[in-house]
């Protein structure tokens, strides 16, 4: 069974994660996509929830698979921008009306999963020419009239059992009519965003013709009747899949750029809302420069700046000082910048992959340590030969620190060799022993307050032992930490 859920009231921006990841989970993945560690770590998904403005739950989607496989063309880039251009929220709020796609699991599903038919033709076809025939008998012997009458009364109960069955089948196929009608609107409304898909928006015709056959209404409602006898719901649905399967490319093509309309104007919108930049993707060797750079979804974010050229940045620091949120930021904006084209300060770079290594956890159900799964994290990034942005926190935390300091430098030391690598330690020592592609950097605690302002050079002290006493340990366990 596809999956399936009441609709909800259509609203700009809001939509379910769940639901905006289906396109792209639907969607053939290759190298360019973020991998799972990567979305997890970045909390990707609170991401996208902070910067939807979309109308659609299509424009969701689009949304969301644009920031999981950031583009790495300035040349996309620069259509994308030049669409943005164009595009007036309000004609496009116009042309989209009220939504028609507000269960946003339908149209993944029926364009690209390949649902098999929703009912058996042949089976439909034999009822339907008994019940023909029978009529035609009647002429000549009509007594036939009688297994008419059962004919019809049979498929009655055949077309009131199958609105189960077709009920996703239907409802897809409704949807997906709404996206086409709209699409023609959006195409009439801008005619230069529109040019690609004009062709392919006259397959709407083969389907408004046997959807017109399910609205037809009469003042004594024997139409629902005749249809139900006649089975002109599951003819008609059988069909409407039939045209799907014969003009998938087409209409896979129709949807996505109806979501991308939509993905644009939510940009557009964030952009007036929000003090947003538009950032330069430069072809070059592994470089970055931003400037009063913030996390887009933590509310009240000190903005701080970093520079790297084929370099990489290790960030020191008291507990709960910022540490992690900043190796976010800089990873997350390197992701929107590549996506949609819009970052949370100014921000210069070159066309960067994103790999990030933050959270590592024991895996008890494969057996795996800390450790275990930190090498096969860390085995990942090495072995990866791509421009990357490392954004890496508390590496090889799971073992000992008279291993753990040569390993982090010997790994960190391999990375910056092939592309950016920004990364957060308790290990003074490593700061130590890095050698000079890395910068030194860390946030402090002074009197109590975190001021999250990142200062050059190496932390002086560390608070764990002050958070231990802020948390009420017995004074016996802080005489002997003093």
Known sequence: MWPFRQHLPAKVGGHPLEEATLLAAASTQDDTWLDERTVDDLELGSVFTSIDRTRT??????????????????????????????????RIADAIGSPPDTNGSLLPALLWQSPPPPFSGRVTAALLVALVASLIATMLWPPALFFAVLLFIANVFLDDWSKIRLANAGAAIKVLDGVLVRSIALAAAFPALGAPIRDDLRVRGKFRRRIALLHLQDPLGLADMIRAGLLVRVLVTRSCMQIVDAERERLRRIVEWFGEMDALTSIKILRSERDVHVPEIVEGPPALEARDLVHPAVPDCVANDVTLAASGLLITGSNMSGKSTFLRTIAINAVLAQSIHTTFGAWRSSPLYVRAVMRIEDVLEDGMSTYAVEVAAMHELVSDPRPCLFVIDEPFHGTNP??????????????????????????????????????????????????????????????AIEILRRAGYPEAIMERLS
């Not at 994308?80 to 251009?85: D, F, G, K, L, S």
């Not at 391999?414 to 920004?422: C, D, I, N, T």
């Not at 030194?440 to 050079?457: A, K």
């Open 57 to 90: 739950a299509t424009g969701a989607q689009v949304l969301w698979r644009w920031l999981r496989a950031p583009t790495r063309s300035p040349a996309v880039l620069a259509q994308r921008e030049a669409a943005i251009a164009q595009i007036d929220p309000a």
């Open 402 to 463: 008279a291993v753990r300091v040569p390993i982090i430098v010997a790994v960190l030391e391999y990375l910056v060799g092939r592309g950016l690598v920004v990364t957060a330690t308790h290990d003074l020592d490593v700061a130590h022993q890095l050698d000079q592609r890395f910068a030194r950097g860390y946030f402090e605690e002074r009197d109590g307050d975190f001021d999250r302002t990142l200062r050059t050079g190496i932390a002086p002290v560390s608070n």
